[in-house]
């Protein structure tokens, strides 16, 4: 039986099929599972993400890859890949198969990071193990399981002399040379084309509703729109008839560089990495950064258009240091700045909005750079990933962070979908760190960053009645009783909010769904 299916628009007037991001009715939000195993993400679709709103997820890169140990599996070898076949760490290409078929049929969406900008690293070598247990010959170029051959990347058109990357305002060699030593792929060449858009659509008939494409900026707008233009239209047994998947693009454009994330734009969405920086700056309070300069949050900010950004608080790159942001990006580490930021993020209008849910890493700081940011997911001695277990209290053991699951973040996931579609209204604020907005008359937060009281009454827009904290507390299941703060709404709309600069979640979030 299919499921029943709302398309949010989100690039009207663009004309760009995939603009149309294909999620659950009255989801919003896209999580991503990081390094999560198949079998596990399929039990979160049913148990937890389904349940509790959450529209679709980012799963890791599930092509194989070269097995890299040194001393031990790193993240980043997800990034390396040998050939297109759907083996990795995360389980195998029927656990890949079952897990997305699990998760459709309750209304969650999965969108696949697709690395096809490069294989593995030239330092590979020759006859280092994959995942799949394919054979390749990177100081050669030869990945017969595709196959790729040595006239299959870029060699010929990158002039620098090490082959890499040296100068990121030349758009050739950021284009035509190797990133960090990854073999870049010549997309103009038809056989890349074609391979590339197999892989694609091998998981869209599978079903997964769309991409998360990796280091675009390296790669021509172009070669990508020949790529896109050859994708199949989504699996009809989940989806409507004639639906394009959902891409959103990695482009790191932080300003400064001669390429643009607007030159990306126009094939779909772009993953907009100002947004986390910025935002991070106003929570941390830095270079007299503050919360009442949010009023104005979005293109004002040099942030791209609403309708085409994919947006975030951190990412997996960043909130290890790399990957743009710097010092700025929040991250679990900081739990109480950062999930003022995510509440915030999930409050506001702008974009389309993906959480982060990560594992923990032994942490060493020199000079504040992280040596063991390489850390891979919690695994067992001969390297394969544990499983992720959920305790009693509904957090995640075994070093597993599971953010999403924190109330605070679970909660503001449901203000989210049922605020969506409203007009920002009734912004509020004291000229420093403490503001207050509205979602039309269907939901309103109110956020203290400074270092005293916020004691105010204030225009929510909501109807009278009594309702929920959901960041202290929710409903209980009669909808009678919250397990934590109670406001409450007069005829005028109006509510008194008391939030002390000490606590340890100093913001305040009602919405239409946490009335009593």
């Known amino acids: 039986m299919k499921a029943r299916w709302c398309l949010l628009a989100l690039g009207l007037g663009l004309g760009v099929s995939h603009y149309h991001c294909r999620t659950r009715c009255g989801g ?6 990081f390094e999560w195993p198949w079998r596990d993400i399929a039990e979160e679709c049913e148990n937890y993400l389904a349940p509790n709103g959450f529209a679709a997820v980012q799963i890791s890169p599930p092509s194989e890859n070269v097995v890299v140990t040194q001393p031990w599996r790193p993240w980043w070898e997800r990034y390396q890949p040998i050939s297109y076949k759907l083996c990795s760490r995360s389980g195998t290409e029927q656990e890949l198969r079952d897990m997305i078929s699990r998760c459709n049929k309750v209304g969650v969406k999965i969108y696949a990071d697709v690395v096809i900008n490069h294989m593995c690293s030239a330092s590979a070598g020759e006859g280092r193990r994959s995942t799949c247990g394919s054979y390749f010959n990177a100081r050669e170029e030869e990945f017969p399981s595709v196959p790729y051959s040595a006239s299959h990347f870029n060699d010929d058109k990158c002039t620098t002399a090490s082959g890499n990357i040296e100068n990121y305002q030349d758009i050739y060699q950021v284009r035509d040379c190797r990133l960090v030593g990854l073999l870049d792929l010549a997309h103009r060449k038809e056989h890349v084309r074609e391979r590339v858009a197999g892989y694609m659509n091998t998981l869209v008939d599978m079903g997964v509703a769309g991409f998360r494409v990796d280091a675009c900026k390296h790669m021509w707008p172009e070669d990508l729109k020949a790529i896109y233009g050859r994708l199949h239209n989504l699996n009809t047994e989940w989806f409507p008839e004639g639906s394009k998947p959902f891409v959103y693009q990695e482009v ?3 300003g400064g560089e001669p390429i643009k994330a607007s030159e990306y734009s126009r094939l779909g969405h772009v993953t907009e990495f100002k947004y986390g920086a910025k935002l991070g700056s106003v929570i941390r309070r830095w270079n007299g950064d503050k919360l009442a300069d949010l ?12 309708d085409q950004a994919l947006v975030f608080v951190d990412n997996h790159d960043n909130q290890r240091g790399h990957g743009a942001g710097g010092a700025s990006i929040l991250t679990f580490w900081e739990p109480r700045m950062y999930k003022m930021a995510v509440a ?5 209008p702008y974009g389309v909005t993906r959480l982060m849910s ?3 890493w032994d942490r060493s700081l020199v000079e504040g750079r992280d040596q063991n940011d390489w850390m891979g997911p919690p695994s067992y001695p001969d390297g394969s990933t544990k499983p992720v277990p959920i305790n009693p209290d509904g957090s995640c053991g075994e070093g597993w962070v599971c953010e999403h699951r924190w109330h605070q973040i679970r909660n503001m996931v449901m203000f989210r979908n049922v605020a969506h579609g ?4 009734n912004w509020w604020d004291n000229g420093g760190n403490q503001i207050a907005f509205g979602r039309g008359d269907r939901g309103f937060i109110v956020i203290n960053n ?3 009281t916020l004691d105010a009454l204030l225009q929510t827009g909501m109807p009278a009645g009594s309702y929920c904290d959901v960041i202290s507390g929710q409903r209980t299941a009669a909808g009678m009783g919250c397990t934590g703060k109670r406001i409450t709404v007069g005829e005028d709309g109006r509510a008194h909010f008391t939030i002390k600069a000490t606590e ?5 979030a009602i919405h239409a769904g946490s009335k009593l």
Not at 295 to 306: A, C, Q, V
Not at 504 to 508: E, G, S
């Open 450 to 452: 400074d270092d005293c």
């Open 295 to 306: 009023k104005t949050w979005g293109e004002s900010w040099g942030l791209m258009p609403s």
């Open 252 to 254: 790191i454009d932080l």
């Open 422 to 425: 409203q007009p920002l209204l």
């Open 504 to 508: 340890q979640d100093p913001f305040v």
């Open 344 to 348: 915030f993020m999930l409050a506001h």
């Open 28 to 33: 919003t939000s896209i999580v991503h599972l």
């Open 358 to 360: 990560s594992y923990r």
